[in-house]
T-cell receptor
Framework: GAVVSQHPSRVICKSGTSVKIECRSL??????MFWYRQFPKKSLMLMAT?????????EQGVEKDKFLINHASLTLSTLTVTSAHPEDSSFYIC????????????FGDGTRLSIL | AQKITQTQPGMFVQEKEAVTLDCTYD???????LFWYKQPSSGEMIFLIY??????QNATEGRYSLNFQKARKSANLVISASQLGDSAMYFC?????????????FGTGTSLTVIP
């Protein structure tokens, strides 16, 4: 089945650091990938839609300069949290689906980001 | 209005019993897809089952079945013969249309606990 790999699974770093999270579709090509943020015991909150070869589409309230998204190939999208602060601490998870109709989103295992 | 509503924040079920998790949706589109995902405490999102709006038969995948009532706009998940490993958060999701880039709308989730 379709597999999405997300790396790293956990990051602990100091305030002011920039953190890059990678999302790869391992056995299929994904024109579109999605980035979500999830707070404890809450649902997934869509942050942005990552489009291969073009600019990402950000949801209202999500700072595009804070959360940089690059989708340079059909199998890789990256989310960079720039100058991270403690309030950016969260669980970030990406998803992608095969470029065919009626396909589910397949999720990476998520990244737990802790900013000290 | 919420696209996806899950009214049961928490559910308990005895091991080996069946349980139904409720999901209602709101859309004016004729074409849409409904999905259920499981999220264990480890955080990964596991795709369980899919139902298309034009599918006349209820979807089934092993112990999972989807009770699709189009007129009521409900897509309840039925888990038969519950196992301890079924304890997790369950999210209902919908994609309007079949376009690959269309976002998924997620419900707030139901926390299922299976009691031995």
């Amino acid at each position: 089945g379709a597999v999405v790999s997300q790396h790293p699974s956990r990051v602990i770093c100091k305030s002011g650091t920039s953190v890059k999270i990678e999302c790869r579709s391992l056995d299929f090509q994904a024109t579109t990938m999605f980035w979500y943020r999830q707070f404890p015991k809450k649902s997934l909150m869509l942050m942005a839609t990552s489009n291969e070869g073009s600019k990402a589409t950000y949801e209202q309230g999500v700072e595009k300069d804070k959360f940089l998204i690059n989708h340079a190939s059909l199998t890789l999208s990256t989310l960079t949290v720039t100058s991270a602060h403690p309030e950016d601490s969260s669980f970030y998870i990406c998803s992608a689906s095969e470029d065919r109709n009626n396909q589910p989103q397949h999720f990476g295992d998520g990244t737990r980001l802790s900013i000290l | 209005a919420q696209k996806i509503t899950q009214t049961q924040p928490g559910m308990f079920v005895q091991e080996k019993e069946a349980v139904t998790l409720d999901c209602t949706y709101d859309t004016s589109d004729q074409s849409y897809g409904l999905f259920w995902y499981k999220q264990p405490s480890s955080g990964e999102m596991i795709f369980l089952i899919y139902q298309g709006s034009y599918d006349e038969q209820n979807a089934t995948e092993g112990r999972y079945s989807l009770n699709f009532q189009k007129a009521r706009k409900s897509a309840n998940l039925v888990i038969s013969a519950s196992q301890l490993g079924d304890s997790a958060m369950y999210f209902c999701a919908m994609r309007e249309g079949y376009r690959i880039g269309n976002q998924f709308y997620f419900g707030t989730g139901t926390s299922l606990t299976v009691i031995p």
